[in-house]
């Protein structure tokens, strides 16, 4: 016979178990952290994991999706600020643009014949490269670096132990026409090869290109170079 409990005796809590999940996400030039924690008994069902797993993908969209509106709002109050002049422009690239363009190519794991061929591309002699040419360069390196890393983190969080559960289809999806022949025609205004591009900033080729990175590359191609700073 089980014994009885004794009046004002405490309740024994129940035993769960937690996981806490920590994510640093970027939008833009900004960082936000988010913690999720979920809690359940230890005879949680299948069900219920997924129930809970499913919760903290809404809570987080819905994070997200404020974040970004928030952020937008600040930046279009703010004034633009002046384009960054860069000293003695028509001098030779300073040693620490090389040393910061030979880190860029080691993020990228590029050889350096794909380093070689990519300045060819883009008119730019490495060895007898100005500051100008240099700071332009580093930029387009970057600009490569940061898409595969938002590329391969949007693939990495739209992943589940059930496989691949994209965020938004709609940059998943091939490329259309109308975004292949805007690539195409920009990429002639300005002597670029569109099938080395592609490769080089995504690995794939134009054939597996997805609405999201061709729109990537257009908003890129279609405003005007920005330049930073580097000497």
Do not use: C
Request: proline share 6%; aromatic share 6%; no cysteine.
């Amino acid at each position: 016979m089980a014994p009885t409990r004794k009046s004002g005796e405490p309740t024994r809590p129940e035993a769960t178990v937690s996981r806490t999940y920590r994510a640093a996400i970027r939008i833009g030039e900004d960082y936000i952290t988010l913690e999720e924690t979920i809690a359940l008994p230890l005879d949680a069902s299948d069900e219920e994991v997924a129930k809970a797993v499913d919760l903290g993908w809404r809570i987080y969209r819905t994070q997200r999706e404020a974040i970004e509106a928030q952020i937008a709002s600040i930046r279009e109050a703010q004034p633009v600020p002046p384009a960054p002049t860069i000293r003695d422009p028509d001098a030779p690239a300073s040693d620490r643009q090389r040393h910061y363009i030979a880190a860029l190519q080691e993020d990228l794991a590029w050889t350096n014949e794909q380093l070689a061929s990519y300045a060819q591309e883009h008119h730019v002699d490495l060895v007898t490269m100005t500051k100008a040419q240099a700071s332009a360069f580093i930029d387009s390196l970057k600009k490569i670096a940061e898409e595969r890393q938002a590329y391969a983190a949007a693939a990495r969080s739209a992943h589940t132990d059930n496989g691949a559960v994209p965020a938004r289809p709609a940059d998943t999806a091939p490329a259309h026409e109308k975004q292949i022949a805007a690539l195409r025609r920009l990429a002639q205004q300005k002597g670029f090869d569109l099938d080395a591009e592609i490769r080089q900033r995504f690995e794939i080729t134009i054939e597996e290109l997805t609405s999201g990175q061709a729109s990537a590359l257009l908003r890129e191609w279609q405003r005007p170079a920005q330049r930073t700073v580097g000497e």
